[in-house]
């Protein structure tokens, strides 16, 4: 058995590969909520222990330590963790230094490019919303990163005296809201998906084919926003990792 573990800023993700397939992703809180504890009660009943680890990490070096000396001690196995490369997989990276792409808009891409979705706006809806664009050959252009829906919620809430704010709705019935709750939420929402239209709009003039792929824990309440068809993969950088992990 083979675990994929894909640990962000606010969520661990994670799903096993056996006997070739993939099982659904699971999650638990993570980033700085991640504690032994945690790792415990989500992985210690294992049974059998994974054969295999591998591990994308942008939650820090302090959860990295955390899930190294974890696994060491529980499982006697040394976890691989995943960087990004120049280029694999069928993807070249297109950042200046192609180390300091994330690895799991790095993975995206791989998940991207093995499912055939070339060419692909990519958007990942997580603690920050990140968007790259793959060409029909899998040359990376490029992307774009702002906060997410919860990180622009806390942020109006820690600029302003009387807005509080804990949740995003699931569905938002109307474009303009009669309570505070709703009116953050609308406005959040509309602001993230107005983005995402305004760049796909652009790169649809000279790409009319291409896929919109959403991903990550706000995915599909952004696609319901859309005014364009988009495809959502939750697991994409799980999907690119299980890539990574059959051909290192």
């Known amino acids: 058995m ?7 800023n606010s969520r661990l993700k994670w799903a096993c590969i056996d006997q070739g397939k993939m099982a659904s992703q699971q999650s638990a809180d993570g980033g700085a909520a991640l504690t032994q504890s945690t790792l415990d009660s ?3 009943k ?12 942008v939650a820090g070096k302090g959860v990295a330590e955390l899930m190294n000396r974890w696994i060491g001690v529980r499982w006697q196995i040394c976890p691989n ?13 297109g950042y200046r230094e192609p180390c300091k792409l994330g690895v ?9 490019c093995h499912l055939r979705l070339l060419p692909a706006c990519i958007v990942d809806c997580g603690t920050a919303l990140t968007l790259d664009v793959l060409d029909r050959r899998g040359n990376h252009l490029g992307g774009l990163i702002s906060p997410g829906l919860m990180l622009m919620a806390r942020s109006l809430g820690k600029g302003t005296a ?7 709705p699931d569905t938002l019935d109307s474009v303009l809201a009669d309570e505070t709750v709703t009116a953050v939420g609308s406005g959040i929402c509309h602001s993230a998906a107005g983005m ?17 792929v959403l991903t990550g824990g706000d995915a599909a309440t952004i696609s319901g926003m859309l005014a364009f068809e988009s495809i959502v993969v939750p697991d994409l950088v799980l999907r690119g990792l299980a890539e990574v992990s059959r051909r290192p």
């Open 2 to 8: 083979k675990l994929l573990v894909d640990s962000g």
């Open 196 to 212: 995402i239209e305004r760049v796909v709009n652009r790169l649809m003039v000279q790409r009319p084919d291409l896929h919109l």
């Open 104 to 112: 799991d808009r790095w993975l995206a891409l791989v998940g991207a």
């Open 81 to 93: 963790f995943v960087s990004s490369q120049a280029v694999a997989h069928g993807v070249t990276n």
């Open 162 to 168: 009387e807005v509080r704010f804990d949740t995003i």
């Open 42 to 44: 989500i992985w210690g």
């Open 46 to 57: 294992f049974d059998p222990a994974p054969r295999q680890i591998w591990i994308a990490n």
